[in-house]
Protein backbone atom coordinates (compact mmCIF):
# COMPACT_ATOMS: atom_id res chain seq x y z
CA UNK A 1 0.00 0.00 0.00
CA UNK A 2 2.65 2.48 1.00
CA UNK A 3 4.57 1.82 -2.27
CA UNK A 4 1.48 2.24 -4.35
CA UNK A 5 0.69 5.78 -2.48
CA UNK A 6 4.56 6.52 -3.47
CA UNK A 7 4.33 5.76 -7.17
CA UNK A 8 0.82 7.82 -7.19
CA UNK A 9 2.40 10.79 -5.27
CA UNK A 10 5.12 10.40 -7.45
CA UNK A 11 3.10 10.72 -10.84
CA UNK A 12 0.81 13.80 -9.10
CA UNK A 13 4.26 15.74 -8.77
CA UNK A 14 5.03 15.16 -12.08
CA UNK A 15 1.70 16.34 -13.58
CA UNK A 16 1.71 19.14 -11.03
CA UNK A 17 5.28 20.70 -12.32
CA UNK A 18 3.89 20.31 -15.85
CA UNK A 19 1.51 22.40 -15.62
CA UNK A 20 2.56 24.67 -12.60
CA UNK A 21 6.20 25.39 -13.17
CA UNK A 22 8.15 27.41 -15.89
CA UNK A 23 11.18 25.43 -17.61
CA UNK A 24 11.97 22.74 -15.86
CA UNK A 25 15.34 20.76 -16.50
CA UNK A 26 16.00 17.43 -16.19
CA UNK A 27 19.54 15.27 -15.92
CA UNK A 28 20.60 12.17 -17.16
CA UNK A 29 23.97 9.95 -16.90
CA UNK A 30 25.39 8.00 -19.82
CA UNK A 31 27.73 5.89 -17.75
CA UNK A 32 29.89 3.52 -19.76
CA UNK A 33 31.81 0.63 -17.41
CA UNK A 34 35.23 -0.54 -19.34
CA UNK A 35 33.90 -3.92 -21.08
CA UNK A 36 31.73 -1.18 -22.93
CA UNK A 37 28.30 -1.76 -21.09
CA UNK A 38 25.92 1.44 -20.28
CA UNK A 39 23.82 1.02 -16.97
CA UNK A 40 20.16 1.30 -17.46
CA UNK A 41 17.54 1.78 -14.48
CA UNK A 42 13.96 0.65 -14.58
CA UNK A 43 12.09 2.76 -12.79
CA UNK A 44 8.83 1.85 -10.26
CA UNK A 45 6.80 3.88 -11.20
CA UNK A 46 6.93 4.01 -14.99
CA UNK A 47 7.35 2.53 -17.61
CA UNK A 48 10.86 1.45 -19.48
CA UNK A 49 14.43 1.40 -19.29
CA UNK A 50 16.45 4.68 -19.25
CA UNK A 51 19.61 5.97 -17.92
CA UNK A 52 19.84 7.01 -14.25
CA UNK A 53 18.75 10.45 -13.68
CA UNK A 54 16.69 13.25 -12.30
CA UNK A 55 15.71 16.52 -11.32
CA UNK A 56 17.78 19.58 -10.74
CA UNK A 57 17.19 20.64 -7.25
CA UNK A 58 17.21 24.33 -6.75
CA UNK A 59 20.79 25.72 -6.28
CA UNK A 60 22.31 22.56 -7.84
CA UNK A 61 24.00 23.00 -11.07
CA UNK A 62 22.79 20.25 -13.91
CA UNK A 63 26.65 18.70 -13.19
CA UNK A 64 26.12 18.26 -9.64
CA UNK A 65 22.77 16.71 -10.41
CA UNK A 66 23.66 14.21 -12.49
CA UNK A 67 26.29 12.92 -10.09
CA UNK A 68 23.84 12.85 -7.56
CA UNK A 69 21.46 11.22 -9.02
CA UNK A 70 23.88 8.27 -10.55
CA UNK A 71 24.56 7.49 -7.03
CA UNK A 72 21.87 7.74 -5.51
CA UNK A 73 20.21 5.70 -8.05
CA UNK A 74 22.75 2.62 -9.29
CA UNK A 75 25.84 3.46 -6.17
CA UNK A 76 27.86 3.99 -8.92
CA UNK A 77 30.32 7.00 -8.19
CA UNK A 78 31.73 9.47 -9.85
CA UNK A 79 35.73 9.64 -10.22
CA UNK A 80 35.86 12.29 -12.44
CA UNK A 81 33.75 15.45 -14.21
CA UNK A 82 31.40 13.52 -15.95
CA UNK A 83 31.13 16.06 -20.16
CA UNK A 84 27.88 17.35 -21.36
CA UNK A 85 26.78 15.10 -24.19
CA UNK A 86 23.63 17.38 -25.05
CA UNK A 87 20.96 19.11 -23.89
CA UNK A 88 17.93 18.12 -25.52
CA UNK A 89 13.75 19.23 -25.42
CA UNK A 90 11.38 17.11 -24.20
CA UNK A 91 8.29 18.00 -25.86
CA UNK A 92 6.35 14.84 -24.16
CA UNK A 93 6.98 16.66 -20.96
CA UNK A 94 4.21 19.63 -21.12
CA UNK A 95 6.67 21.35 -23.37
CA UNK A 96 8.59 22.81 -21.12
CA UNK A 97 11.24 20.31 -20.31
CA UNK A 98 14.73 19.95 -21.22
CA UNK A 99 17.16 16.75 -20.33
CA UNK A 100 21.03 17.35 -19.60
CA UNK A 101 23.18 14.29 -20.73
CA UNK A 102 26.26 13.70 -18.90
CA UNK A 103 28.69 11.15 -20.31
CA UNK A 104 30.31 9.66 -17.63
CA UNK A 105 33.68 7.55 -17.97
CA UNK A 106 35.45 7.48 -14.53
CA UNK A 107 33.61 6.44 -12.06
CA UNK A 108 33.68 3.39 -9.66
CA UNK A 109 31.02 0.53 -8.90
CA UNK A 110 29.46 0.46 -4.81
CA UNK A 111 27.08 -1.14 -3.26
CA UNK A 112 24.23 -1.56 -5.45
CA UNK A 113 20.96 -0.14 -3.94
CA UNK A 114 17.94 -2.71 -3.26
CA UNK A 115 14.93 -2.21 -5.25
CA UNK A 116 13.02 0.08 -3.70
CA UNK A 117 9.33 2.66 -4.47
CA UNK A 118 11.59 4.31 -7.28
CA UNK A 119 14.14 2.05 -8.81
CA UNK A 120 12.75 -1.59 -9.07
CA UNK A 121 16.05 -2.72 -11.48
CA UNK A 122 19.75 -1.91 -12.00
CA UNK A 123 21.63 -3.24 -15.13
CA UNK A 124 24.55 -2.81 -17.40
CA UNK A 125 23.89 -3.56 -20.78
CA UNK A 126 25.97 -3.83 -24.20
CA UNK A 127 24.52 -1.15 -26.71
CA UNK A 128 23.68 -3.48 -29.10
CA UNK A 129 22.14 -5.78 -26.56
CA UNK A 130 19.75 -3.58 -25.18
CA UNK A 131 16.93 -5.31 -22.82
CA UNK A 132 13.17 -4.94 -24.46
CA UNK A 133 11.56 -1.70 -23.34
CA UNK A 134 14.80 0.17 -23.35
CA UNK A 135 13.43 3.65 -24.30
CA UNK A 136 13.26 5.25 -28.07
CA UNK A 137 15.38 8.52 -26.03
CA UNK A 138 18.08 6.29 -24.61
CA UNK A 139 18.30 4.56 -28.07
CA UNK A 140 18.42 7.59 -29.63
CA UNK A 141 21.40 8.81 -27.06
CA UNK A 142 23.31 6.03 -27.83
CA UNK A 143 22.96 5.75 -31.43
CA UNK A 144 24.64 9.31 -31.48
CA UNK A 145 27.55 8.06 -29.51
CA UNK A 146 28.27 4.76 -30.80
CA UNK A 147 26.96 4.83 -34.66
CA UNK A 148 27.45 8.90 -35.05
CA UNK A 149 23.74 9.73 -35.40
CA UNK A 150 23.10 13.93 -35.53
CA UNK A 151 21.15 14.76 -32.78
CA UNK A 152 18.14 16.73 -33.37
CA UNK A 153 17.92 18.33 -30.22
CA UNK A 154 14.82 16.58 -29.15
CA UNK A 155 14.59 14.09 -26.19
Known amino acids: MARLRTRLFRAARARWTRVAK ?81 RFERFSKGPQPRPNSEIAEIGWFAPDALPDGATPATRRRLAEVFQGMEADGRW
Open 22 to 102: GMTLGVRALALDDEGRVLLVRHAYTSGWHFPGGGVEIGETAEAAAVRELFEETGVVAEARPSLLGVYFNVAFGGRDHVAVF
